[in-house]
């Protein structure tokens, strides 16, 4: 069964002009367990695409359908859809000042598990995570993002991935911005949340780098709003030596 089905999305953002139209009829289908990788140049809804689906304001669905496990996502609000399981880790991380990490991340898990975690079981389960993902334990005073570096934020975004156990988790150009430990580290991440076999994972990006890490079952081309090809992780290589430019110029026409 597909955790995410979406067939025919259309989406226009919100100018001041008036509604852009973005996204011109998207079908994806991502089945539990499996990763995706959504590729395609910038400019191309990528972004888009993924703050539609978790209910981003700024964005105005005109028609299709997306559904999680058989649920209507698009009934549902930008938090409803946390709370059923889907996971957004953003390009850009916003800071939230006043808010620290701790108090930021229990009050997460409890929205999703429906009750708070153990305070005792809950530290543990914190630093354990941490400790895998590199992170100074000071870090969970910190306020949420302020004065980290992309790395830092970056894994950070994988923290909490890993403690709220989505059914899908969307990773938007994740591995933008990071060294190359801080990649494979972040990576490694990404793979205990896919060896658990319960969260599907659709990763976006325009580079292959992180796919050596992560490797997709399947690779989606992205362009003019579209999936305009699909294939295996050899389509991936296919991308990194022929570039992008043959599948816009398809897209358009």
């Given amino acids: ?60 669905i005109t028609s299709g359908t997306v559904t999680l496990g058989g649920e209507d996502v698009l009934a549902m609000k930008a938090d409803e859809r946390a709370r059923a399981g889907i996971f957004l880790a953003m390009q850009y991380p916003v800071e939230v000042p006043g808010v620290s990490m701790s108090n930021f991340l229990r009050a997460a898990v409890t929205a999703v598990r429906g009750e708070a975690p153990r305070l005792r079981t809950w530290v543990k389960e914190v630093r354990a995570a941490m400790e895998r993902l590199h992170i100074d334990p000071e870090f969970a005073e910190r306020n949420v993002n302020e004065g980290f570096s992309g790395g830092e934020k970056k894994r950070h975004e994988i923290l909490q991935l890993e403690l709220l156990q989505p059914r899908i988790a969307i990773l938007d150009e994740t591995d933008s911005g990071l060294d190359v ?49 699909s294939g295996g992780p050899e389509l991936a290589d296919r991308l990194e030596d022929e570039g992008y430019e043959s599948y816009v110029k398809r897209a358009q026409h």
């Fill in 1 to 60: 069964m597909a955790v995410l089905d979406i067939r025919g999305l259309r989406c226009s953002v919100l100018t001041e002009a008036g509604p852009r139209e973005i996204l011109h009829g998207v079908d994806l289908c991502v089945r539990q367990g499996e990763t995706h990788a959504l590729m395609g140049p910038n400019g191309s809804g990528k972004t888009t695409l993924a703050y539609a689906l978790a209910g981003h304001p700024k964005y105005l």
């Fill in 181 to 229: 430990d801080a990649l494979r580290v972040v990576s490694e991440g990404v793979n205990r949340v896919r060896a658990t076999g319960r969260a599907a994972t659709l990763l976006i990006t325009h580079y292959t780098r992180i796919l050596r890490y992560v490797r997709p079952d399947h690779v989606h081309v992205f362009a003019d709003g579209r999936v305009v090809d």
